[in-house]
């Protein structure tokens, strides 16, 4: 069976989606299904490129046994759309970026994260970059719940 492909989207590829990337990348090694789901993280913009994650969400990850270290900023290809099984953008200017430069035949993959989140009242992973250091501590909170959620759904799958 082909591996099921899974990509976390935010702007720039440094705070939101490598969060999401390390938790997700967290909750399927636990399950023990490294060979069936590959997680990735990309940015809709080409800002941070080569660059590692933010060291505020480096901090919050690491105080969840969650490892970022080794990611690098990219940005999301046309070979993604055609590739990735969900791609998942933290908000509705980056789900809005990709719709607009996705083929018509892969839109169905792209929605937002927080789709997967039980509070129907959250829709939006916010930008916690130029915030405090609580935003990252509320990210990583919203992230961890809707990538329960999300390997949950794809459990089903297998």
Known sequence: MKPIKVMFVCMGNICRSPTAHGVFQKLVDTAGLAD????????????????PPD?????MAKSHAVHLSDFRAQKVTQQDYINQSYILAMDYENLR?????????????????????PNEFLDEVPD???????????????????????????????
Not at 36 to 51: K, M
Not at 107 to 114: A, D, E, H, M, P
Not at 130 to 139: A, H, I, P
């Open 97 to 117: 970026n990709m719709k607009q430069e996705c083929p018509e035949q892969y839109q169905s993959k792209i929605q937002l994260l927080l789709d997967f989140h």
């Open 128 to 158: 916690p970059y130029y915030g405090g250091d609580n935003g990252f501590k509320d990210v990583y909170e919203m992230v961890e719940v809707a990538c329960s959620e999300l390997l949950q759904k794809i459990q089903t799958k297998l």
């Open 55 to 59: 060291h505020r969400a480096t901090m």
């Open 36 to 51: 069936s789901i590959i997680v990735e993280s990309s940015g809709t913009t080409a800002y941070h490129v080569g660059e």
